[in-house]
Nanobody
Framework: QVQLVESGGGLVQAGGSLRLACAAS????????MAWFRRAPGKEREFVAA????????YYADSVKGRFTISRDNAKNTVYLQMNSLKLEDTAVYYC???????????????????WGQGTQVTVSS
């Protein structure tokens, strides 16, 4: 089992930045693909970003490309999501997820991910 705990959410003004962290326990993250998803109020949970087990391969949703960066520090068993130029529509609960089977080419479908954190709220204000 992998336990995931997100942190770093909060309230930020539009145009600002936040860095989310996802810390793992139970198993090392170095053999898992890692991803971030989000659920905005009244919407379905959607893919944000994913990274392969060494972080070489990354994918981003079109809506965050060029603004968000996923990275990982396997020595610290932690994955990050750097969010810049935040927009009102980035307001959501952000979840991290881990998947062993797609560790070389990370999945973008949430159904592929085995382990999930509880989420951290990000609110962008005008």
């Amino acid at each position: 089992q992998v336990q995931l705990v997100e942190s770093g959410g909060g309230l930020v003004q539009a145009g600002g930045s936040l860095r989310l962290a996802c810390a793992a326990s139970g198993r090392t993250l170095s053999t898992y693909a890692m991803a971030w998803f989000r659920r905005a109020p009244g919407k379905e949970r959607e893919f944000v970003a994913a990274a392969s087990w060494r972080g070489v391969t990354t994918y981003y949703a079109d809506s965050v490309k060029g603004r968000f960066t996923i990275s990982r520090d396997n020595a610290k068993n932690t994955v990050y999501l750097q969010m810049n130029s935040l927009k009102l529509e980035d307001t959501a609960v952000y979840y991290c997820a881990a998947d062993w089977s797609s560790r070389f080419d990370p999945a973008r479908l949430q159904s592929a991910y085995e382990f999930w954190g509880q989420g951290t709220q990000v609110t962008v204000s005008s």
